[in-house]
């Protein structure tokens, strides 16, 4: 069964550094996400991308964030100058009628 | 105002019994609306999803739509200590974002 899959699994940076989070959706879909979830919190929508542009973003996708569709498969995000208080679970989905999720990055920032 | 939200927990029932679990939401040109389930540590799995005003039934879930009164719930008859978990509701809105409520956790004594 096909399925999102996402790399690395557990990321550690320190702050200020630049990290880029990847992601392989599954092939035939069309809308792309990505998800915060901090520890005990709820999952917190970051981004949509359809169409290979930016659909919706939300307040907290500020432009430290960033994502792109290198090629026909992965999907990234970028956090450039990362900061303590992202430290969090980060996650992909992908959705063509039901949205699936990855296993989930878990970002810490020293 | 809270885009989607959830009745409070810790939901706690014994095994056998019908766990209720309730979701509102706020944007009513809403169409597409999930329940996902989160095991600590996890990724958001998807269980149900429903399109339409009425019930959908997938084994041991129901779920229920009322778009008049923006309302889904979710039904878990005869519950196991295994569905012991945080349920999470998601609406995808009337643009491209597929928002989160907070979340129920659930508890199965047996």
């Known amino acids: 069964e096909p399925e999102v899959t996402q790399t690395p699994s557990h990321q550690v940076t320190q702050m200020g550094q630049e990290v880029i989070l990847r992601c392989v959706p599954i092939?035939?879909?069309?809308?792309f996400y990505w998800y915060r979830q901090i520890l005990g919190q709820k999952v917190e929508f970051l981004v949509s991308f359809y169409n290979n542009e930016i659909s919706e973003k939300s307040e907290i996708f500020d432009d430290q964030f960033s994502v792109e569709r290198p090629d026909g498969s992965n999907f990234t995000l970028k956090i450039r100058s990362t900061k303590l208080e992202d430290s969090a679970m980060y996650f992909c989905?992908?959705?063509?009628?039901?949205?699936?999720f990855g296993p989930g990055t878990r970002l810490t920032v020293l | 105002q809270k885009e989607v939200e959830q009745n409070s927990g810790p939901l706690s029932v014994p095994e056998g019994a019908i766990a209720s679990l309730n979701c509102t939401y706020s944007?009513?040109?809403?169409?597409?609306f999930f329940w996902y389930r989160q095991y600590s540590g996890k990724s958001p799995e998807l269980i149900m999803s429903?399109?339409?005003?009425g019930d959908k039934e997938d084994g041991r879930f129901t779920a229920q739509l009322n778009k008049a009164s923006q309302y889904v719930s979710l039904l878990i008859r005869d519950s196991q200590p295994s569905d012991s978990a945080t349920y999470l509701c998601a609406v995808k809105t009337s643009y491209d974002k597929v928002i989160f409520g907070p979340g129920t956790s659930l508890s199965v004594i047996p």
């Open positions: 429903i399109y339409s005003n």
């Open positions: 989905a992908s959705m063509r009628n039901e949205q699936f």
């Open positions: 092939s035939n879909h069309l809308y």
């Open positions: 944007d009513r040109g809403s169409q597409s």
